[in-house]
C-alpha cells in the first residue's frame, strides 16, 4: 500500500491533469458568464451549479488519491452544500462542500483535498470545504443549526452516494422528527435577528438583496422550514404540500430568479460576492435589465420598482408563511388567544387567531365583506389569513364603480383612515392585496414608485400610507411634538388632514414637474368621486396643493420678515386650513427620511407656522377683507396716477410700501404721498401742508430718510413753532422712507401762514442738522404747559408694552392726559432707551391722548427683556405726570 | 491658502451660492448650524405653551481658497448676504495648511 509521500508525488505528477480540469471549467464557465451577460441564459444559477458538478466529478474520477484510498477500504462521497447544493450558484458565490467518509477521516484526505480543491483555489475560487465522516456530521448537525441547515441543503454530487442516504435518513428520523418545533423556532429567531440587522428590503434605496426582508435568505427559509416540518425535497414542493398555491408559488419562482438575475449581475459589476445594491451600480444594471424609458422615468427608478416589487412578493409569501405556521405575532403580550370573534356575519376568527372569509359565494353574494375584513382586523387587532388576502385579490374586479360610490363602504374606509393600527397596518394590506389600488385607481400611479434621490427612502406609496400612520401618530401621543399633538385635537374633522396625508404625492403618477399641482387636481376627481361635500374636497385638494409651501418658504426666505409672514398667512387665509397644512408639511417630511427633516429644519417651519398663525389670529392684516382692500386700492391708484400697471416705476413704488401702509392711508393719499417722495432726492426730508377744509385744521406730510430720533425731532419742532398736533400717523417704508402725518390746529397768524410754514420748515431743517438741542430748549416751556394742564386725574395715566399680539413689534401704547410738547417728550424717552418707531398712530380727545407705537430696538429686535420693558414704563410714566 | 466660514441666513443660501459661481468659485461645504448673537432668540406661545427658539437656525459655508482670492470672496459673501437687519452673520478667514485632492494626490493650490 502505498504511503503518504507517495501519495504526494503521485498527487504532483498528476497536477497537470488536474490544473487542466479547472482550467476547462473556468473557460465554461466565463462562456456561461457572457452568455448570461447577454441575456441569453435563462438558468444561469443552475447550469452554473452543473458545471461545477463536472469539475467534482472529473477530478473525482481522475483522483489518484482516491484511487489509493479504495472504494471498498474507505468509501467517500463529495456532497455539494448550501447555495451550490440548492443548485443556485452565484458568481461571487463561495463553492461549499463536504468530503463525507464512512468510517473515519484517513490521514490521506489532507492530499485528497490538495488534489481536488486547491487547483480551484489556484483558479481564483472561493471553496470551503469540511471533511466529515458519517457520525461525525451527524454529530455536528444535531449540535448546531447552521450546520443542519447546510447538510439540509446538500446534494450528493459523486462518490459512494449510501453515504449521503444515511446521514439524511439519520437526521431526519432522528433528529428532526423529534426536534422539529425547536428547529424552527431557532431558525425563525435567526430571521428576526436578520430583518433587524438589514432592514426591511422592499423599500429601501440600497436593498440588501440576501439578507433583507424580502430577499433571498426569506426565500431559503421557507424551504428549510419546509423541509424541517414536511420533508421537502424541491421547491415545488412548498406549492404541493399546501403552503402556497399555484399561483403563489410560480410569482415567488419568478421573484427569486429575478433577485437571482439581478444579483449575479452584481457580483459581476463589483467583481466579487456583494449583496448590497450600492446606488453606484443600480444605473448600469438598470440599463441593461429595464431598457425601456417609461412615462418619463427613467430605466433605474423603474428597475427599482420592479425589484422592489419581486422583493415585496417576496416578503408578502415569507410573512404568510410564517403566521400560518403561527410564528407571526398573534397577540399583545401574551394575552389569551381565545375570545376575539367576528361581528360581521360572514367573517370568521379562524383557529390560528386570523380572519377569514365564511366561503368565496359569501363574498360574491356580499362583497362589502371584502372591506369588512379590514374593518374587523383593525377592530380586533389581528391579522387577515393567506386565503382571505387570495380571495380579495381573486375577486378584485367586485371593487367596482357602484362599490366605490356606496357611502357606508366609503364610511368604513374612512374609519379605516381615522383609527391609528397598533399591530396590524390595516392601510398596509389594503395596499399590498391590491384592494387600495382597486378603490382609489389613481394610487396605481404611485404603487412601488421610487423617487430617485437620496432624500426619499421609501417609494411613494409606502410614503403616502407612512404619512398617515405619521400624523395619527403624532396626534395620539405627545411624544416630544407637543404642538403637533395640541393641533391635532384641535381638528374639527380629522379626515380632511388624513385624506391630504393619503393623497398628498398622488400627483407625482403623472409627468408633469410640478407634482403639487397636478396633485390638487388628481384629489379633487377622487373625492368627488366620492361624493364629499364641495368645502370638504376645496379644503383638501387645498392642502395637497400646497403641501410644499411652508417648508419651502421656511427655508428660502426671510421669516424675520413681516412681509414674508403676511403673504403666507393671505395665501393660506385661514387658521384651519394653516394648522392642517401644518400638521401635513411635519407627517410628510418625518415619512419621507431623516435627511429631509431634522431637528434644524423643524424649528424653522414651527417659528413659519407660529408667526403666521398669530398674523392670523389677530389679523386684520391678512384678513380677506384686507386683501380685497389692498388689491381695491392699487386699482385706484392706478387710475388716479394713469400709469400701466406693469410699469417698473409703479410696481417698485408699490414695492416698498408696507402691508399697514397700504391698508390705513387711503388711495388718494397715498398718490400724494408718492409724489412728494419724487421730489425728495437728496434733501433730508419735504414737507407739504393742506388745509383740511371740513375741520379747519392743517394736514403737514413730511416724507424723510428715517433716522432713529425722527419722529420725536419732528414733534419736537412742532412744539417749538407752537403748533399743536392733534391727531399723527407715522409710517415706514421698506426702503428706510418715512411718511409722517400730523393734523395740527391751524396757526393762529392766517395772514402770513405761508411765512410761517417756511419758518418752521427752516426750523426743521436745522433740528435734523444737529444745530438745535430740543429737549433744552423744550424743558421750560415744558415745564410750563404741565403746570397750566394740572389736573386732578379721574383717569389714571397708563403705559402699556405689549409683545404677544405681534411676532416682528414691540407694541407700546400710551394712555395721558394731554399737555403742548408730550408727544416730543414721549418720543423723545423711546430714542433714548435706543428704540427706533416703525409705526405710530397718535390720537387726541380733547384732552386726552391714546398714542400707539409699532417699535424694535435699534438692532431691528423686538424689546423683549422683561428688565428693559418695565423700565420704559416707568420712564414713560413719569413725564406723563402732570402733578 | 485661506478658509473662509461664513455664517448665513439660510434664505440666502442661493443667492451667495449664486454670486460665489459668478467669481469663479464652484466648489463649497455647506452645513445646517444653529447660533446667536446679538440676535437673541425669541418665543412664540401657543396656548399657554412656550416655543422658545434659543439657537436660531443659519447655514455655515465653508470653502478654501488661494489666498489672493480671499477678499474677493469676502466682499462677494458680505454683500450677497447682507438684508441690513440683524443676524445677518459673520465671515472668518482661517490659515489652511496644506490640501490634497484625493483621487489625484495632487497637493496645494492646484487640489482646491
Given at each position: 500500500?502505498?504511503?503518504?509521500?507517495?501519495?504526494?508525488?503521485?498527487?504532483?505528477?498528476?497536477?497537470?491533469?488536474?490544473?487542466?480540469?479547472?482550467?476547462?471549467?473556468?473557460?465554461?464557465?466565463?462562456?456561461?458568464?457572457?452568455?448570461?451577460?447577454?441575456?441569453?441564459?435563462?438558468?444561469?444559477?443552475?447550469?452554473?451549479?452543473?458545471?461545477?458538478?463536472?469539475?467534482?466529478?472529473?477530478?473525482?474520477?481522475?483522483?489518484?488519491?482516491?484511487?489509493?484510498?479504495?472504494?471498498?477500504?474507505?468509501?467517500?462521497?463529495?456532497?455539494?452544500?448550501?447555495?451550490?447544493?440548492?443548485?443556485?450558484?452565484?458568481?461571487?458565490?463561495?463553492?461549499?462542500?463536504?468530503?463525507?467518509?464512512?468510517?473515519?477521516?484517513?490521514?490521506?484526505?489532507?492530499?485528497?483535498?490538495?488534489?481536488?480543491?486547491?487547483?480551484?483555489?489556484?483558479?481564483?475560487?472561493?471553496?470551503?470545504?469540511?471533511?466529515?465522516?458519517?457520525?461525525?456530521?451527524?454529530?455536528?448537525?444535531?449540535?448546531?443549526?447552521?450546520?443542519?441547515?447546510?447538510?439540509?441543503?446538500?446534494?450528493?454530487?459523486?462518490?459512494?452516494?449510501?453515504?449521503?442516504?444515511?446521514?439524511?435518513?439519520?437526521?431526519?428520523?432522528?433528529?428532526?422528527?423529534?426536534?422539529?418545533?425547536?428547529?424552527?423556532?431557532?431558525?425563525?429567531?435567526?430571521?428576526?435577528?436578520?430583518?433587524?440587522?438589514?432592514?426591511?428590503?422592499?423599500?429601501?434605496?440600497?436593498?440588501?438583496?440576501?439578507?433583507?426582508?424580502?430577499?433571498?435568505?426569506?426565500?431559503?427559509?421557507?424551504?428549510?422550514?419546509?423541509?424541517?416540518?414536511?420533508?421537502?425535497?424541491?421547491?415545488?414542493?412548498?406549492?404541493?404540500?399546501?403552503?402556497?398555491?399555484?399561483?403563489?408559488?410560480?410569482?415567488?419562482?419568478?421573484?427569486?430568479?429575478?433577485?437571482?438575475?439581478?444579483?449575479?449581475?452584481?457580483?459581476?459589476?463589483?467583481?466579487?460576492?456583494?449583496?448590497?445594491?450600492?446606488?453606484?451600480?443600480?444605473?448600469?444594471?438598470?440599463?441593461?435589465?429595464?431598457?425601456?424609458?417609461?412615462?418619463?422615468?427613467?430605466?433605474?427608478?423603474?428597475?427599482?420598482?420592479?425589484?422592489?416589487?419581486?422583493?415585496?412578493?417576496?416578503?408578502?409569501?415569507?410573512?404568510?408563511?410564517?403566521?400560518?405556521?403561527?410564528?407571526?405575532?398573534?397577540?399583545?403580550?401574551?394575552?389569551?388567544?381565545?375570545?376575539?370573534?367576528?361581528?360581521?356575519?360572514?367573517?370568521?376568527?379562524?383557529?390560528?387567531?386570523?380572519?377569514?372569509?365564511?366561503?368565496?359565494?359569501?363574498?360574491?353574494?356580499?362583497?362589502?365583506?371584502?372591506?369588512?375584513?379590514?374593518?374587523?382586523?383593525?377592530?380586533?387587532?389581528?391579522?387577515?389569513?393567506?386565503?382571505?388576502?387570495?380571495?380579495?385579490?381573486?375577486?378584485?374586479?367586485?371593487?367596482?364603480?357602484?362599490?366605490?360610490?356606496?357611502?357606508?363602504?366609503?364610511?368604513?374606509?374612512?374609519?379605516?383612515?381615522?383609527?391609528?393600527?397598533?399591530?396590524?397596518?390595516?392601510?398596509?394590506?389594503?395596499?399590498?392585496?391590491?384592494?387600495?389600488?382597486?378603490?382609489?385607481?389613481?394610487?396605481?400611479?404611485?404603487?412601488?414608485?421610487?423617487?430617485?434621490?437620496?432624500?426619499?427612502?421609501?417609494?411613494?406609496?409606502?410614503?403616502?400610507?407612512?404619512?398617515?400612520?405619521?400624523?395619527?401618530?403624532?396626534?395620539?401621543?405627545?411624544?416630544?411634538?407637543?404642538?403637533?399633538?395640541?393641533?391635532?385635537?384641535?381638528?374639527?374633522?380629522?379626515?380632511?388632514?388624513?385624506?391630504?396625508?393619503?393623497?398628498?404625492?398622488?400627483?407625482?403618477?403623472?409627468?408633469?414637474?410640478?407634482?403639487?399641482?397636478?396633485?390638487?387636481?388628481?384629489?379633487?376627481?377622487?373625492?368627488?368621486?366620492?361624493?364629499?361635500?364641495?368645502?370638504?374636497?376645496?379644503?383638501?385638494?387645498?392642502?395637497?396643493?400646497?403641501?410644499?409651501?411652508?417648508?419651502?418658504?421656511a427655508t428660502?426666505?426671510d421669516i424675520q420678515d413681516?412681509?414674508?409672514?403676511?403673504?403666507?398667512?393671505?395665501?393660506?387665509?385661514?387658521?384651519?386650513?394653516?394648522?392642517?397644512?401644518?400638521?401635513?408639511?411635519?407627517?410628510?417630511?418625518?415619512?419621507?427620511?431623516?435627511?429631509?427633516?431634522n431637528d434644524w429644519t423643524a424649528s424653522l417651519v414651527r417659528d413659519l407656522?407660529l408667526k403666521?398663525?398669530?398674523?392670523?389670529?389677530?389679523?386684520?392684516?391678512?384678513?380677506?377683507?384686507?386683501?380685497?382692500?389692498?388689491?381695491?386700492?392699487?386699482?385706484?391708484?392706478?387710475?388716479?396716477?394713469?400709469?400701466?400697471?406693469?410699469?417698473?416705476?409703479?410696481?417698485?413704488?408699490?414695492?416698498?410700501?408696507?402691508?399697514?401702509?397700504?391698508?390705513?392711508?387711503?388711495?388718494?393719499?397715498?398718490?400724494?404721498?408718492?409724489?412728494?417722495?419724487?421730489?425728495?432726492?437728496?434733501?433730508?426730508?419735504?414737507?407739504?401742508?393742506?388745509?383740511?377744509?371740513?375741520?379747519?385744521?392743517?394736514?403737514?406730510?413730511?416724507?424723510?430718510?428715517?433716522?432713529?430720533?425722527?419722529?420725536?425731532?419732528?414733534?419736537?419742532?412742532?412744539?417749538?413753532?407752537?403748533?399743536?398736533?392733534?391727531?399723527?400717523?407715522?409710517?415706514?417704508?421698506?426702503?428706510?422712507?418715512?411718511?409722517?402725518?400730523?393734523?395740527?390746529?391751524?396757526?393762529?397768524?392766517?395772514?402770513?401762514?405761508?411765512?410761517?410754514?417756511?419758518?418752521?420748515?427752516?426750523?426743521?431743517?436745522?433740528?435734523?442738522?444737529?444745530?438745535?438741542?430740543?429737549?433744552?430748549?423744550?424743558?421750560?416751556?415744558?415745564?410750563?404747559?404741565?403746570?397750566?394742564?394740572?389736573?386732578?386725574?379721574?383717569?389714571?395715566?397708563?403705559?402699556?408694552?405689549?409683545n404677544?399680539?405681534?411676532s416682528f413689534y414691540t407694541?407700546?401704547?400710551?394712555?395721558?392726559?394731554?399737555?403742548?410738547?408730550?408727544?416730543?417728550?414721549?418720543?423723545?424717552?423711546?430714542?433714548?432707551?435706543g428704540?427706533?418707531?416703525?409705526?405710530?398712530?397718535?390720537?387726541?380727545?380733547?384732552?386726552?391722548?391714546?398714542?400707539?407705537?409699532?417699535?424694535r430696538n435699534f438692532s431691528g429686535d423686538k424689546i423683549e427683556s422683561r428688565e428693559e420693558t418695565?423700565?420704559?414704563?416707568?420712564?414713560?410714566?413719569?413725564?406723563?405726570?402732570?402733578? | 491658502?485661506?478658509?473662509?466660514e461664513a455664517i448665513i441666513k439660510p434664505f440666502k443660501l442661493?443667492?451667495?451660492?449664486?454670486?460665489?459661481?459668478?467669481?469663479?468659485?464652484?466648489?463649497?461645504?455647506v452645513v445646517e448650524v444653529k447660533g446667536y448673537g446679538r440676535q437673541k432668540g425669541h418665543k412664540e406661545i401657543?396656548?399657554?405653551?412656550e416655543y422658545q427658539v434659543d439657537f436660531i437656525p443659519k447655514i455655515k459655508l465653508e470653502?478654501?481658497?488661494?489666498?489672493?482670492?480671499?477678499?474677493?470672496?469676502?466682499?462677494?459673501i458680505a454683500?450677497?448676504a447682507n438684508s441690513g437687519k440683524i443676524g445677518d452673520g459673520k465671515i472668518f478667514?482661517?490659515?489652511?495648511?496644506?490640501?490634497?485632492?484625493?483621487?489625484?494626490?495632487?497637493?496645494?493650490?492646484?487640489?482646491?
Amino acid at each position: 500500500m502505498p504511503g503518504v509521500e507517495q501519495i504526494d508525488i503521485i498527487a504532483g505528477a498528476d497536477r497537470n491533469v488536474k490544473e487542466s480540469i479547472s482550467q476547462n471549467l473556468l473557460i465554461k464557465r466565463e462562456h456561461l458568464i457572457s452568455s448570461f451577460l447577454d441575456k441569453r441564459e435563462q438558468a444561469f444559477t443552475d447550469k452554473l451549479s452543473l458545471l461545477i458538478d463536472d469539475y467534482f466529478r472529473e477530478s473525482y474520477e481522475n483522483s489518484q488519491v482516491g484511487l489509493a484510498l479504495g472504494m471498498i477500504k474507505n468509501p467517500y462521497a463529495i456532497v455539494a452544500l448550501g447555495g451550490y447544493g440548492r443548485r443556485e450558484q452565484c458568481i461571487g458565490s463561495d463553492i461549499d462542500i463536504l468530503f463525507l467518509f464512512k468510517d473515519s477521516v484517513p490521514r490521506e484526505a489532507e492530499a485528497l483535498i490538495q488534489e481536488i480543491v486547491y487547483p480551484l483555489w489556484d483558479a481564483g475560487f472561493d471553496v470551503g470545504h469540511s471533511t466529515r465522516s458519517v457520525k461525525e456530521c451527524i454529530r455536528m448537525a444535531g449540535d448546531d443549526i447552521e450546520t443542519l441547515m447546510a447538510i439540509l441543503d446538500g446534494r450528493f454530487i459523486c462518490g459512494m452516494s449510501n453515504l449521503f442516504v444515511q446521514v439524511m435518513e439519520h437526521l431526519r428520523r432522528k433528529v428532526i422528527r423529534s426536534r422539529s418545533g425547536k428547529i424552527i423556532s431557532l431558525i425563525v429567531e435567526d430571521i428576526n435577528g436578520r430583518h433587524d440587522r438589514f432592514g426591511d428590503a422592499s423599500y429601501l434605496l440600497e436593498p440588501n438583496l440576501k439578507e433583507g426582508k424580502g430577499g433571498l435568505r426569506d426565500y431559503h427559509t421557507m424551504l428549510w422550514i419546509a423541509r424541517v416540518k414536511s420533508d421537502l425535497r424541491q421547491p415545488r414542493d412548498l406549492e404541493y404540500l399546501g403552503y402556497v398555491s399555484e399561483k403563489e408559488f410560480e410569482a415567488l419562482e419568478d421573484s427569486v430568479s429575478y433577485l437571482h438575475a439581478v444579483r449575479n449581475r452584481l457580483h459581476h459589476l463589483a467583481g466579487r460576492k456583494c449583496d448590497q445594491l450600492y446606488m453606484e451600480y443600480q444605473k448600469e444594471i438598470a440599463d441593461v435589465i429595464t431598457i425601456v424609458k417609461k412615462d418619463g422615468k427613467q430605466p433605474v427608478e423603474l428597475f427599482l420598482g420592479e425589484l422592489h416589487g419581486h422583493m415585496a412578493c417576496i416578503k408578502q409569501q415569507h410573512q404568510v408563511f410564517l403566521s400560518e405556521m403561527g410564528f407571526l405575532k398573534l397577540q399583545k403580550k401574551g394575552r389569551g388567544i381565545l375570545g376575539k370573534r367576528s361581528g360581521v356575519s360572514g367573517i370568521i376568527v379562524t383557529k390560528r387567531n386570523m380572519l377569514d372569509f365564511v366561503s368565496l359565494e359569501a363574498v360574491l353574494k356580499n362583497p362589502e365583506l371584502m372591506i369588512r375584513i379590514f374593518e374587523e382586523s383593525l377592530r380586533l387587532s389581528i391579522p387577515i389569513s393567506a386565503p382571505a388576502k387570495r380571495v380579495i385579490k381573486e375577486l378584485d374586479y367586485l371593487i367596482s364603480g357602484q362599490f366605490r360610490n356606496d357611502p357606508s363602504i366609503v364610511n368604513i374606509f374612512e374609519k379605516i383612515l381615522l383609527t391609528v393600527s397598533s399591530d396590524y397596518n390595516v392601510l398596509n394590506e389594503m395596499m399590498n392585496t391590491g384592494f387600495l389600488t382597486q378603490f382609489i385607481p389613481e394610487l396605481k400611479g404611485i404603487q412601488n414608485l421610487i423617487q430617485y434621490n437620496s432624500y426619499h427612502i421609501y417609494p411613494v406609496d409606502k410614503h403616502s400610507l407612512k404619512t398617515v400612520e405619521t400624523a395619527k401618530k403624532l396626534g395620539m401621543k405627545a411624544n416630544g411634538h407637543a404642538l403637533f399633538h395640541e393641533l391635532y385635537h384641535e381638528l374639527e374633522d380629522r379626515r380632511i388632514l388624513l385624506w391630504a396625508c393619503l393623497l398628498h404625492d398622488i400627483g407625482k403618477s403623472l409627468p408633469s414637474k410640478n407634482h403639487a399641482e397636478s396633485g390638487m387636481i388628481q384629489a379633487r376627481n377622487i373625492l368627488e368621486r366620492f361624493a364629499y361635500p364641495k368645502a370638504f374636497v376645496a379644503t383638501v385638494s387645498f392642502l395637497v396643493g400646497e403641501h410644499l409651501y411652508l417648508i419651502k418658504t421656511a427655508t428660502r426666505r426671510d421669516i424675520q420678515d413681516e412681509e414674508t409672514v403676511i403673504s403666507v398667512a393671505r395665501r393660506i387665509s385661514n387658521i384651519d386650513q394653516l394648522k392642517m397644512l401644518y400638521m401635513l408639511t411635519v407627517a410628510d417630511a418625518m415619512a419621507t427620511g431623516e435627511k429631509a427633516w431634522n431637528d434644524w429644519t423643524a424649528s424653522l417651519v414651527r417659528d413659519l407656522f407660529l408667526k403666521v398663525l398669530k398674523i392670523l389670529k389677530t389679523g386684520e392684516l391678512a384678513t380677506p377683507e384686507a386683501t380685497e382692500i389692498i388689491a381695491r386700492k392699487k386699482n385706484e391708484l392706478l387710475s388716479l396716477r394713469g400709469i400701466n400697471a406693469s410699469g417698473p416705476e409703479f410696481s417698485d413704488s408699490f414695492e416698498v410700501m408696507t402691508p399697514r401702509y397700504l391698508l390705513y392711508v387711503e388711495a388718494k393719499d397715498i398718490n400724494a404721498h408718492i409724489g412728494l417722495y419724487s421730489k425728495l432726492g437728496d434733501k433730508p426730508f419735504v414737507l407739504d401742508v393742506e388745509k383740511d377744509e371740513s375741520s379747519n385744521t392743517r394736514i403737514v406730510t413730511i416724507c424723510a430718510k428715517n433716522r432713529n430720533g425722527l419722529f420725536s425731532m419732528i414733534a419736537g419742532g412742532f412744539t417749538l413753532n407752537s403748533l399743536d398736533i392733534l391727531d399723527a400717523q407715522v409710517f415706514t417704508w421698506r426702503n428706510g422712507i418715512a411718511i409722517d402725518v400730523f393734523h395740527v390746529t391751524p396757526p393762529k397768524d392766517k395772514i402770513f401762514e405761508d411765512e410761517n410754514w417756511q419758518k418752521t420748515e427752516n426750523r426743521l431743517l436745522d433740528i435734523l442738522s444737529d444745530k438745535i438741542n430740543l429737549a433744552e430748549k423744550l424743558k421750560d416751556r415744558i415745564l410750563k404747559g404741565k403746570e397750566e394742564k394740572r389736573h386732578t386725574s379721574k383717569r389714571p395715566l397708563r403705559v402699556n408694552v405689549d409683545n404677544d399680539s405681534s411676532s416682528f413689534y414691540t407694541i407700546i401704547e400710551v394712555f395721558a392726559y394731554d399737555y403742548p410738547g408730550l408727544l416730543f417728550s414721549v418720543t423723545h424717552e423711546l430714542f433714548k432707551h435706543g428704540i427706533d418707531i416703525h409705526m405710530a398712530k397718535i390720537a387726541t380727545k380733547i384732552d386726552q391722548v391714546v398714542d400707539i407705537f409699532y417699535v424694535r430696538n435699534f438692532s431691528g429686535d423686538k424689546i423683549e427683556s422683561r428688565e428693559e420693558t418695565d423700565r420704559i414704563k416707568s420712564d414713560i410714566l413719569n413725564i406723563l405726570e402732570t402733578k | 491658502m485661506r478658509k473662509i466660514e461664513a455664517i448665513i441666513k439660510p434664505f440666502k443660501l442661493d443667492e451667495v451660492k449664486e454670486k460665489l459661481n459668478e467669481i469663479g468659485i464652484k466648489g463649497m461645504t455647506v452645513v445646517e448650524v444653529k447660533g446667536y448673537g446679538r440676535q437673541k432668540g425669541h418665543k412664540e406661545i401657543y396656548r399657554g405653551a412656550e416655543y422658545q427658539v434659543d439657537f436660531i437656525p443659519k447655514i455655515k459655508l465653508e470653502i478654501v481658497v488661494a489666498a489672493e482670492m480671499v477678499e474677493k470672496v469676502i466682499e462677494t459673501i458680505a454683500n450677497a448676504a447682507n438684508s441690513g437687519k440683524i443676524g445677518d452673520g459673520k465671515i472668518f478667514v482661517l490659515p489652511v495648511e496644506q490640501a490634497v485632492r484625493v483621487r489625484t494626490g495632487e497637493r496645494g493650490t492646484e487640489a482646491i
